[in-house]
């Protein structure tokens, strides 16, 4: 009987982790489909997720986003941008803050710019994000980031009733098993935040 139960409990182990599995490489599919699909479309803001800082100057990829988020506001496709980080272990500088002051520096208005400056994670950015659009009244927004990352922070603005389009930055295909890694570790993410484990 106690073997029975074992083998039992084995099987059940095993079926869990063979369905899990399963999930996350499904998941990551829709992250990679979703990664390419540009739907910019007027919104209320643009919603820049945050990336690394130096000493007060924007990371490459931060750059790029910041850019990408110029782009759409020149075309008229919102009337503000909200720029989101935490501090990202420098103690002086924001991801938020530098990307105000990027973009301020290009000519957007100060009155244009939102800021996030807390979150030091995806879902705590996003969650304060989707705050500070709600006592704004903002209903609609642009998120850009990299490809492979605009897929959660759809969903996550979806859950808290916003409507969202992803418009990623312009990134050089890199292709290979660390591009498809990140679409399963963005996968595994998202099964983590579904089941109340924010990363």
């Not at 660390?178 to 990363?199: D, F, S």
């Amino acid at each position: 009987m106690r073997r029975r139960l074992i083998r039992l409990a084995v099987s059940l182990v095993i079926l869990a982790a063979v369905a899990a599995a399963g999930a996350i490489v499904s998941i990551a599919r829709d992250i990679r489909r979703q990664s390419i699909v540009d739907e910019a479309q007027p919104a209320d803001v643009i919603l820049v997720l945050g990336a690394a800082e130096y000493r007060g100057r924007p990371s490459p990829v931060l750059e790029a986003r910041l850019n990408h988020a110029l782009f759409l506001y020149r075309k008229g496709l919102a009337p503000r941008i909200l720029t989101t980080g935490g501090k990202g272990g420098d103690p002086m500088f924001t991801e938020g803050e530098v990307g105000r002051a990027y973009l301020s520096r290009h000519g957007i208005p100060s009155e244009a710019i939102l800021v996030e400056s807390e979150g030091e994670s995806t879902v705590y950015s996003t969650a304060a994000a989707a705050e500070i659009m709600r006592r704004m009244s903002l209903q609609s927004c642009i998120v850009v980031s990299d490809g492979y990352h605009i897929y959660r922070v759809k969903k996550m603005l979806q859950s808290q009733g916003m409507s969202v389009y992803g418009s990623p930055r312009p990134a050089e295909p890199h292709g290979g098993w660390r591009e498809e890694w990140r679409y399963v570790r963005q996968a595994i993410a998202y099964g983590l935040w579904r089941i109340g484990i924010p990363l």
